[in-house]
């Protein structure tokens, strides 16, 4: 694919620099193991694996052709060694609606849990589920993106954890629906150290 080869990156340690790309690409952000455009005046994004992990994108090519017609997550267009093209969700992140005050609904917990267990009706396994993977389009439609460890065999408690803390503190009429970045990177990192945990919490009938 040709704007593939027209991204040219640096990748020092654990830093990545974009040196040059096709002027109809949008840099949208990069994670771990790739980076994402979008593909200007199109409603497709272009997600570019970095060297060492081309692994995973033949994983997540292979993830999203199960979900092929879920309504919740991309549909993939093309997969190629080190790339997918997959639908442009545009929207909020939940890292971004916390970060910003943009208030969560209880339905929309609901329809996380709707999507995840769709996807577990097909056999996979979600994990890694957490706030900057789930989007919440204009039209409050709850779509989910970065779904390569939806094959691991672990028990991931990071959705059932995310979805207590609403009930036992988001959802309380004097918890504040704002939070500072600082702080929810702050919370994420503790964690990922397993020292955060947050209480069980059972929904009554």
């Not at 080869?5 to 840099?27: A, G, Q, R, T, V």
């Not at 060694?81 to 208030?103: A, M, R």
């Not at 939806?150 to 939070?179: E, S």
Request: hydrophobic residues 40%; contains cysteine.
């Amino acid at each position: 694919m040709d704007l593939v080869k027209s991204i040219e990156l640096k990748i020092d340690k654990n830093n990545i620099s974009l040196l040059d790309k096709d002027p109809s690409l949008e840099y949208l952000g990069a994670g771990r193991s790739a980076i994402v455009f979008k593909i200007k005046f199109t409603n497709k994004a272009l997600k570019v694996f970095f060297p060492d992990c081309t692994g995973i994108a033949k994983e997540e090519a292979e993830i999203y052709e199960i979900l092929k017609g879920n309504k919740y997550y991309p549909t993939l267009y093309e997969a190629g060694d080190n790339f997918l093209l997959i639908d442009y969700i545009e929207g909020y992140t939940l890292f971004e609606c916390l970060s910003q005050g943009i208030k969560l609904s209880e339905s929309t917990i609901i329809e996380i849990d709707r999507a995840l267990s769709l996807a577990r009706e097909t056999g996979l396994n979600p994990s890694d589920i957490h706030l900057r993977n789930i989007i919440l389009t204009p039209e409050g439609k709850v779509m989910l993106i970065d779904v390569a460890r939806f094959r691991q065999v672990k028990d991931c408690r990071q959705w059932t954890d995310l979805k207590n803390a609403f009930f036992t503190c988001y959802n309380k009429t004097y918890f504040p629906k704002k939070i500072p970045v600082s702080m929810l990177n702050t919370i994420a990192y503790f964690y990922k150290k397993t020292i955060f945990q947050v209480p069980s919490f059972k929904k009554s009938s």
